[in-house]
């Protein structure tokens, strides 16, 4: 028996969701006393597996096919999760964890749970609990399967770190008779991602034209945040499609989400709303931002955010 | 080219979140239920198909009689034909086997799901189905062309998008960008009128069995109230984020 946890990297550097799946299916080795098989793809040093509670770890070289090819690497971690008779195996939810994690589970015959966001309450049979109706609201879920597949929310669990003599092994990188290909990629590498930050900056309407966003970029630059902004924004097309943050954009779940000229409607928190920390700045007192929020300034945006980005240069 | 549009029918986006039986079910008095928005761009793409090359384009929904008004939305909208596959949707698993068992006996070129629903946000019905067929899936999907039997797309990933390839039959996961907020069909009149002549028909469910099971549902905690800062004052809240919440 045993817990496998597909490790995710970028450029052979392991990413802060891969660390998290990583803690967070340690703490599931411990409690069910099996060991932890981490799976890593093109990356040179495993070591830090080592202090994040790894039993083995298999690096598989993906030689000359760069990008993330969902069929070959859902079959190279499938091998892995036979060959170690995995009963749970654990991805992130980012972009990539999230396409793999439906099809890992059809294929290792196991059970899906999404948007898992605790450890499990029970074993015996398995339960857990997920978040669903966008951030609304939390089930707990069960499954009577031998084997399940957990997608664990960003941000949910945290970083652990736990000591341990990881065994170094090399995966076989298998093939697929699957049609799908990647042909290429198009990502700006010297941006963090909405996924990846910490802290996220967000802008909406009321910062009124795109030729105001060095706002925006200026104070996410200084605290080494990501940009997002609301749905009309982008569909205005003030901003990119990827920035676009809420219930029909991408899920923040940042420690720390500043919402500037945002109004907060419905759809724009639930999507938001698993950030630990909000807030807000807007000149409408009764904009339904601040009843979601932790920390808000009723003000006007163009004034307050150039003294913001001055203080924080000022302290750094 | 046969397209299938899988559509969920949801609780429109500004809904209340309530729970009945003890937390056990939804409570859906009161709320209005919707096209899941990600299911609409995507049917809104296999529209453009249809106007363009003559697609034949079926929507399809597991679920009881109550989901046959979205349906008939779907008809106005342009679908050719409606399917329900009578039986409760609880479980990802579960409904993707149900689709997969139509697919099987009716051959589709081009399977659309959206990228996610939004009650349940499981993102797991179009990769599920894609894998019970054994055929490509292309999750988080921006855009789309069609070549005879080839087809490019893109995918947004975490910071970019990446571009693909694969043959048909395949499953896509719809999502805004793959048609615009403002290329949605709104129904007219004739459409409406239309929509209640086109077939609806029921298919009773195959004998398959869901993976997971909801025990409770429960709401998250109240949140205290929003801590105000004068905005003369930025300092305090640098202090506050840096001291209080530790966030900086
Ligand atoms: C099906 C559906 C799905 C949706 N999905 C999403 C989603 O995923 N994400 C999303 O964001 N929205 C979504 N929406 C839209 C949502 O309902 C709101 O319309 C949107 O979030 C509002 O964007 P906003 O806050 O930028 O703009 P507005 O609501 O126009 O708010 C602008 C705010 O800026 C403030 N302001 C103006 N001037 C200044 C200034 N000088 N300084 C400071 N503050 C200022 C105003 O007081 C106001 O509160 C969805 C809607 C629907 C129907």
């Not at chain 1, 052979?12 to 411990?30: C, P, T």
């Not at chain 1, 495993?46 to 859902?74: M, P, Q, W």
């Not at chain 2, 990769?127 to 055929?135: E, F, K, P």
């Not at chain 2, 069609?146 to 995918?155: E, K, M, N, V, Y």
Request: proline share 4%.
């Amino acid at each position: 028996m045993s817990v496998v946890v597909y490790i995710e990297s970028q450029n052979g550097i392991i990413k802060k969701a891969g660390l998290e799946v990583a803690s967070y299916g340690r703490a599931i080795a411990n409690s069910t006393k099996t060991a932890l098989i981490a799976v890593t793809f093109n990356i040179e040093d495993t070591s830090i597996l080592n202090s994040h509670g790894a039993d083995k770890v298999y690096n598989i070289n993906t030689a000359e096919d760069s990008f993330f090819n969902v069929d070959r690497y859902c079959a190279s971690i499938v091998g892995i999760v036979e060959q170690e008779n995995a009963k749970v195996v654990v991805v992130s939810a980012s972009a990539d964890g999230r396409y793999l994690g439906p099809i890992l589970a059809v294929r290792a015959q196991a059970a899906y749970f999404s948007n898992v966001v605790a450890l499990p309450s029970s074993y015996e049979p398995f339960t857990v609990k997920r978040s669903c109706y966008t951030n609304k609201a939390f089930n707990e879920s069960v499954s009577e399967q031998g084997r399940v597949v957990v997608s664990l929310s960003s941000n949910a669990f945290g970083i652990v770190e736990q000591e341990t003599a990881a065994e170094q092994l090399t995966g076989d990188y298998i093939e697929s008779n699957s049609s799908l290909k990647v042909t290429s990629i198009d990502k700006a590498t010297d941006k963090i991602t909405i996924a990846d930050a910490d802290i996220v900056v967000s802008g909406g309407r009321g910062l009124k034209g795109p030729e105001n966003w060095h706002l925006i970029e200026d104070l996410a630059e200084v605290l080494g945040a990501a940009t997002a902004c609301s749905k009309p924004v982008s569909d205005l097309g003030w901003r990119p499609h990827s920035e676009h943050v809420g219930q029909t954009g991408k899920p923040v779940a940042s420690n720390l989400y500043i919402a500037i000229g945002v109004s907060g409607a419905i759809q724009h928190l639930a999507g938001i709303n698993s950030s630990k920390v909000k807030v807000v700045i807007n000149s409408d007192p009764e904009a339904p931002f601040f009843k979601a929020a932790d920390y808000g300034i009723v003000g006007d945006a163009f004034e307050v955010v150039p003294q913001l980005i001055e203080k924080l240069k000022a302290i750094q | 080219m046969n397209i299938l549009v899988c559509i969920s029918n949801v609780p429109d986006t500004t809904s209340k979140i309530n729970f009945k039986d003890d937390n056990k079910s939804f409570d859906t008095n009161g709320v209005q239920f919707i096209i899941n928005p990600n299911d609409e761009f995507g049917l809104t793409r296999a529209i453009w198909l249809q106007q363009k090359s003559g697609a034949k384009v079926t929507v399809v929904t597991v679920g009881d009689a109550s989901c046959e008004p979205i349906l008939r939305k779907c008809l106005a909208i342009g679908a050719d034909q409606a399917i329900r596959i009578d039986a409760i949707p609880e479980d990802g698993y579960f409904v993707a086997s149900q689709l997969a068992s139509l697919c099987a006996k009716e051959k589709y070129d081009l399977i659309i799901t959206g990228r996610e629903s939004i009650d349940y946000n499981g993102a797991m019905v179009g990769g599920m189905l894609a894998s019970i067929l054994s055929i490509p899936y292309v999750a988080n999907c921006i855009q789309l062309d069609i070549d005879g039997t080839s087809a490019s797309l893109q995918r947004e990933i975490d910071g970019g998008k990446e571009s693909l390839s694969a043959t048909l039959p395949l499953v896509l996961g719809a999502q805004k960008g793959l048609v615009e907020e403002s290329d949605l069909i709104i129904p007219n009149m004739r459409g409406i009128m239309q929509a209640r002549q086109k077939p609806l028909t029921v298919e009773t469910p195959s004998d398959v069995e869901g993976q997971t099971t909801i025990q409770n549902f429960e709401k998250p905690q109240a949140k205290g109230p929003v801590k105000l800062v004068d905005a003369a004052n930025v300092d305090t809240l640098i202090e506050l984020l840096q001291n209080e919440a530790k966030v900086l």
